[in-house]
């Protein structure tokens, strides 16, 4: 089968970039010195997460969901990275008396006496809020210890996500963001065990701050996720190159309007996301960059400037719309391959060329 052969739109995932960037953040981890536990809500694949992790060792997922296909296809030891309610923790024992190690988190008191409760055997870390301010305590807030005290031997370590790395644009920033995370982390785990609690996770990342070398005394391991497929956003902060974007969507021709020098296709928001992170970057790539079949960047800036639910209209940078016949394709990198790949259901695999070498399922819901 070949891209010619696909329905459109779909995702298309590149293997031999895909690998690269596993090997890119493996090597990186690894010359931290401490352990790589991948957040899979990007990839939602089982197939990726093998060759992520060929040990089949820990995960991160954000959903129930999540946590169930993945332990169903081999995956125990797995962190849930949202905080959890006490309605989602009868789930959770379920599949831990299955043979789960899933461990969940929180912030919050009242949650940490309701886990402590639960007859089920269910284990969370403390979230720290190293200075995003989207959820978590901070590192010296007096709560962690009562916190600590009401999971008592549920306790399983502290966790922290510096998701504001994401607004660094230069090495100067981003590398502060990382200390801190890091210093932050490992400040309120020193803090539990100062208070005679083990706290054997010390638990961090994001794929901008997992890359940043340097001291990581006290933390155990990162849980980067976006960086096995990259994106245009993650390009433009510097995480990785734009030719290390490994998903695509694949896209129909279905109109043209030449005076204006424009295209329409069959993948519009539904197929793109309206996500515009580049919008505050050095260059905005509208709803998408748009790349010929191939997935070169041959069309310039070609960008998507406005999506319906199920239209794109590109504005060529050069060349030619009447070139373009109705029914010939081209490739649309995405902003957030989070919010892309969201709506679709499969990858359909090449590797480095137009032969579709496999067909990866993806996992939905909550």
């Known amino acids: 089968m070949k891209l010619d052969d696909l329905p459109t739109p779909c995702l298309v995932l590149d293997r031999r970039r895909l690998a690269r960037n596993l090997e890119r953040m493996a090597s990186a981890v690894a010359t931290l010195g401490i352990a790589l536990r991948p957040h899979m809500k990007t990839a939602k ?17 954000s959903t129930i969901a999540e946590a169930e296909y993945f332990l169903a296809h081999g995956f125990a030891d797995i962190i849930l990275g949202t905080a959890i309610t006490p309605q989602k923790l009868d789930q959770v024992a379920r599949l831990n008396a299955a043979g789960g190690q899933i461990k969940v988190v929180t912030d919050d008191a009242g949650m940490a006496a309701a886990i402590a409760r639960h ?19 901070d590192a010296d807030d007096p709560l962690l ?16 996500h510096a998701g ?4 660094a644009r230069d090495s100067v920033t ?66 990785h190159g734009r030719d290390d974007i490994a998903v695509t969507v694949l896209t129909s021709v279905i109109g043209r309007r030449p005076a204006e020098q424009r295209l329409l296709i069959d993948a519009g928001a539904l197929a793109l996301s309206r996500d515009r992170s580049t919008e ?20 310039g800036a070609s960008r998507i400037v406005r999506v319906w639910q199920e239209h794109g209209l590109v504005q060529l940078d050069h060349g030619n719309a009447e070139g373009f016949a109705i029914g ?31 067909v990866w399922p993806r996992i939905h819901g909550w």
């Open 174 to 239: 981003l590398t502060a963001i990382a200390m801190r995370e890091r210093q932050d982390a490992a400040r309120a785990a020193q803090r539990l065990r100062d208070a005679g609690h083990e706290c054997p996770i010390v638990s961090i990342g994001s794929s901008p701050t997992a890359l940043i070398p340097g001291d990581v005394t006290g933390i155990t391991e990162i849980r980067p996720g976006v960086y096995m497929f990259g994106d245009l956003f993650q390009a433009e902060i510097g995480t």
């Open 119 to 137: 007859p089920g055997a269910v284990a969370a870390l403390i979230e720290i809020d190293c200075g995003e301010g989207r959820s978590g305590l």
């Open 328 to 358: 010939s394709r081209v490739r649309i990198a995405p902003n957030h391959t989070c919010l892309t790949s969201a709506a679709h259901d499969r990858y359909y695999v090449v590797d480095g060329g137009d032969d579709v070498v496999a």
């Open 164 to 167: 504001h790395s994401y607004a």
């Open 145 to 160: 210890g009562p916190i600590a005290d009401q999971l008592g031997d549920r306790l399983a370590g502290i966790f922290a």
């Open 280 to 299: 505050t970057t050095a260059h905005d790539c509208g709803f998408g960059l748009v790349l010929d079949a191939g997935g070169e960047p041959s069309l």
């Open 45 to 61: 694949s089982a197939d990726v997460a093998r060759l992520a992790r060929p040990d089949g060792g820990g995960l991160t997922v």
